[in-house]
């Protein structure tokens, strides 16, 4: 079955800059059918919707994220990686990596989630 | 500020039914498919219902969806104490150009 796995640095100091990645099992990045996408969800707050990057290398992004976000693939290693700018407090949160289904808007399956806490 | 506005709390007795709305606008829910999510505590979310109704294998048939204009709803029929979790809709919004989802609905079995 399908799997997604996040990985990256735990901790991150104020105005540098945030770095995932995540690792696909049993399917790959380069599939037409999906969007591999970027969710997080600050403690004890909702979800957040980051952004995707497509098979063609295309990409979407959270208007109030995009001007520090970049979501890139690698397709050789069948990962896809998020990279968040300047981050702040606020930034402080699970970071989830999922598969998107083109068409259905519906995300499945999640990753496990990463704990990411911006702090000096 | 979530897109979709979802109830913050729903409880009911186990055994009964409960419904969890979900209120967006013609950007979004009016015109795109709504998903549903379960989020146990200190899990990552897990796809309920894609395409407004459907359940992916698994899912057992206590958990329905459904959607009629700018509004949905997952509705959960013979509750179990299991089924305690915070829920959250999501789409896709036109205006925003970017997914978007319900601020989450924690349910409390009773």
């Known amino acids: 079955q399908v799997q997604l796995q996040e990985s990256g640095p735990g901790l991150v100091k104020p105005s540098e800059t945030l770095s995932l990645t995540c690792t696909v099992s049993?399917?790959?990045?380069?599939?037409?059918?999906?969007?591999w996408s970027w969710i997080r969800q600050a403690p004890g707050k909702g979800l957040e919707y980051i952004g995707y990057?497509?098979?063609?290398?295309?990409?979407k992004y959270n208007p109030s994220l995009k001007s520090r976000v970049t979501i890139s693939a690698d397709t050789s290693k069948n990962q896809f990686s998020l990279k968040l700018t300047s981050v702040t407090v606020a930034d402080t949160a699970v970071y989830y990596c999922?598969?998107?289904?083109?068409?259905?808007?519906?995300?499945?399956?999640w990753g496990q989630g990463t704990l990411v806490t911006v702090s000096s | 500020q979530s897109v979709l506005t979802q109830p913050p709390s729903v409880s009911a007795a186990p055994g009964q039914k409960v419904i969890i709305s979900c209120s967006g606008s013609?950007?979004?829910?009016?015109?795109?498919?709504v998903s549903w999510y379960q989020q146990l505590p200190g899990t990552a979310p897990k796809l309920l219902i894609y395409e407004n109704n459907k359940r992916p294998s698994g899912i057992p048939d206590r958990f329905s969806g459904s959607k009629s204009g700018t509004s949905a709803t997952l509705g959960i029929t013979g509750l179990q104490s299991g089924d305690e979790a915070d829920y959250y809709c999501?789409?896709?919004?036109?205006?925003?150009?970017?997914?978007?989802f319900g601020g989450g609905t924690k349910l409390t079995v009773l």
């Open positions: 999501g789409t896709w919004d036109y205006s925003l150009s970017s997914g978007a």
């Open positions: 990057i497509y098979y063609t290398g295309g990409t």
């Open positions: 999922a598969r998107g289904a083109v068409g259905a808007n519906c995300f499945d399956p």
């Open positions: 013609n950007s979004n829910v009016g015109n795109n498919y």
């Open positions: 049993d399917d790959s990045v380069s599939s037409g059918l999906y969007y």
